[in-house]
């Protein structure tokens, strides 16, 4: 049978216990208070736990050059060489923490290309807005010099400039005492300014005659409204911007309620017009030449100088291809805060005079609200449900100054154009589209063959019509994803890897600091003897 030893005699108990005895017949405050050296005790033994579990630690984690620091079959500059090395790599990776959770704050959402062989039968096919270069038809205009009534003492010839002002020029300006005579002419004959244009603007039927979709005939009042734009009044295809729509009654519930798409590439899958500028009835321009401004936009984009612009212009055919590029946006995105993603989807935020929200249509409206608040009237191409005064003949010198803001880059920045100012935040906050698509475009063109139509039921006379060809050029497109820089498991892979890589950290090194420091010694004193 073994028996358990005991030590009977120890040296160093012995010595620790004369000394205490020596300082306490030294010092009679420490003899007659023994309490006073007890937290300095408990101190030092809470010391030496925490130290020997370190050591422990040390020797058996995974970590990077922590083991070297307590071997001792070392000398101790090693060691010491080694605790350096340790705790430069804990800077290390602390401040390489630090710098990418800054760039993940600072980024907050990117922007990649998800797939380039999306289907273009997917993005919708575009706003097609057809201006004519002349603003004025000379009939109608012949027409209401004869019926339109002049005031005593003002000559008939002032009808003429009273027409040409509905133009809107932008970079003249009219003396007040026309304006005042134009303004007295339209009072006697009861006709507002806007009413005026709408009366001497061509008529999209004139201008239109036959239309092909998706390779079938259709009635071009189906397909094509009038819409009043910058441009004056033009005839646009698939928009559905507006909050009313202007087609006929009678036809009005076959439009569809949301835009065209195709499921084809080339000419014969797209949009064919057969247009005639009407060279005889030119009355008033700003071009030289005969023919259409073409204004390729999204179905629900207000048609201005952002869209894709083309000329075609009389006695050519004319082909425009169309690259579609779509973005979206992830339902992340749509989960983050606005400050965060700086971006609006559609329906975040309404709008005044447009059904669905984009930073083309806020920015329309906030030179829209600039003008009125220079003028106190909106101009009469601005959707309008009575709330605020049409702009009339005495207000056009304000309107000529207020087109200006269009062609500024910020609308909210009153000075020249040549002066470049950096900014931070985004001009009348209008926030940039999460979701939106872009067309692209290209035109090539040929002289047409007039004697084509030459032999067609209903064909006229009519020698410089354009024959225009809109379609995607291809069956696949671009997309483009926008999602959020950093989820949390890319957060959590992205430290970890710079973790494991100077340190070689993992969760389970984590846990070892957690065990040592806690579960180890409480199973130590339930294992104790």
């Known amino acids: 049978m073994a028996f358990k030893k005991r030590r009977i005699f120890d040296l160093r108990q012995v010595q620790a216990a004369q000394q205490l005895a020596a300082s306490t017949r030294s010092d009679p405050v420490k003899r007659s208070s023994p309490e006073s050296h007890q937290p300095i005790h408990r101190f030092r033994q809470l010391g030496e736990w925490f130290s020997e579990n370190m050591r422990n630690y040390c020797q058996t984690t995974s970590l990077h050059g922590f083991s070297y620091i307590t071997r001792q079959d070392i000398s101790r500059n090693e060691r010491l060489f080694w605790l350096i090395v340790v705790i430069l790599s804990i800077i290390t990776s602390i401040v390489l923490v630090v710098v990418s959770w800054q760039w ?109 979709w998706k390779g079938i005939n259709t009635r071009c009042d189906s397909l094509f409204q009038r819409i009043e734009t910058m441009e004056g009044q033009c005839c646009s295809f698939n928009y559905f911007g507006g909050i009313t729509n202007n087609f006929p009654e009678k036809i009005a519930y076959q439009v569809p309620k949301r835009p065209y798409r195709v499921t084809g590439c080339g000419y014969p899958t797209g949009l064919t017009v057969l247009l005639s500028p009407m060279a005889s009835d030119y009355y008033g321009t700003f071009f030289s030449g005969y023919g259409f401004q073409l204004l390729l936009h999204d179905a629900y984009n207000f048609p201005d100088e952002n869209s894709e612009t083309k000329v075609v212009t009389s006695t050519r055919e004319s082909f425009v291809r169309i690259n579609p590029e779509s973005t979206y946006a992830t339902n992340d995105i749509r989960r983050m805060d606005l400050s965060l993603r700086n971006c609006l989807f559609g329906s975040e ?181």
């Open 104 to 212: 993940a704050r600072q980024t907050p959402t990117v922007t990649v290309i998800e797939s380039s062989h999306f289907p273009t039968w997917n993005i919708p096919f575009p706003a097609v807005t057809i201006c004519n270069f002349n603003k004025i038809s000379k009939l109608k205009a012949i027409n209401l010099l004869q019926q339109m009534q002049v005031p005593a003492g003002v000559n008939r010839s002032e009808l003429h400039n009273l027409f040409n002002l509905t133009l809107l020029p932008v970079d003249n300006m009219i003396s007040n005492s026309s304006l005042h005579t134009y303004d007295r002419i339209l009072k006697l004959n009861n006709v507002s300014l806007t009413t005026l244009t709408s009366q001497l603007s061509p008529d999209c039927i004139d201008m239109i005659s036959s239309c092909i």
């Open 349 to 529: 935020r309404a709008m005044h005079g447009l059904k669905r929200y984009s930073f083309i249509n806020c920015m329309f409206e906030c030179r829209v609200k600039m003008i009125h608040n220079l003028c106190g009237c909106v101009p009469p191409y601005v959707y309008n449900n009575g709330s605020f005064r049409v702009c009339d003949v005495l207000d056009a010198n304000c309107m000529i100054h207020g087109k200006r803001l269009f062609s500024h880059a910020l609308a909210n920045l009153n000075m020249s154009l040549s002066i470049v100012r950096e900014t931070s935040s985004f001009p009348c906050g209008c926030l940039p589209d999460c979701q939106s698509n872009h067309y692209a475009s290209e035109s090539t063109m040929g002289r047409l063959d007039v004697s084509y139509f030459a032999n067609r039921p209903g064909s006229s006379n009519d020698t410089d019509r354009i024959l225009l060809h809109v379609f995607f050029s291809d069956l696949m497109s671009t997309r483009y994803r926008t999602d959020i820089f950093q989820n949390w498991l890319s957060a959590l892979a992205s430290f970890g890897g710079l973790l494991g890589l100077i340190m070689g950290f993992s969760i389970v090194t984590a846990f070892e600091f957690l065990y040592f420091l806690t579960f180890r010694p409480i199973f130590n004193y339930i294992n104790r003897d």
